[in-house]
């Protein structure tokens, strides 16, 4: 979710150091939170690390308003 009269969030999923996918979300006006969604099946194996991060300049609204999981399949 994006911070409200801030600009975008851009959050990424890595797998093993790789970015994987990215969901985007933007505040236009009037300060309203924008939020996003992205959803993905990942083939892991044992003690291989996922994880979520953002970049330099973007807003990104923190708990509880973004989350990350996963299950096993």
Same mark, same amino acid.
């Given at each position: !979710?994006? @911070?409200? *009269?801030?600009? =975008? &969030? $851009?959050?990424? %999923?890595?797998?093993? =150091?790789?970015?994987? !996918? !990215?969901?985007?979300? *933007? @505040?236009?006006?009037?300060?309203?939170h @924008? +939020?996003?969604? $992205?959803?993905?099946?990942?083939?892991?194996? #044992? $003690? @291989?690390? +996922?994880w %979520?991060g953002?970049?330099? =300049?973007t *807003? &990104? *609204? =923190?708990?509880?308003?973004?989350?990350?999981?996963?299950? #096993?399949?």
């Amino acid at each position: !979710m994006s @911070e409200a *009269y801030k600009r =975008g &969030c $851009n959050a990424y %999923i890595y797998h093993n =150091g790789h970015r994987l !996918m !990215m969901s985007h979300s *933007y @505040e236009h006006s009037g300060g309203y939170h @924008e +939020v996003a969604s $992205n959803t993905m099946v990942l083939s892991l194996k #044992k $003690n @291989e690390p +996922v994880w %979520i991060g953002t970049t330099t =300049g973007t *807003y &990104c *609204y =923190g708990f509880p308003a973004t989350g990350f999981s996963g299950w #096993k399949l």
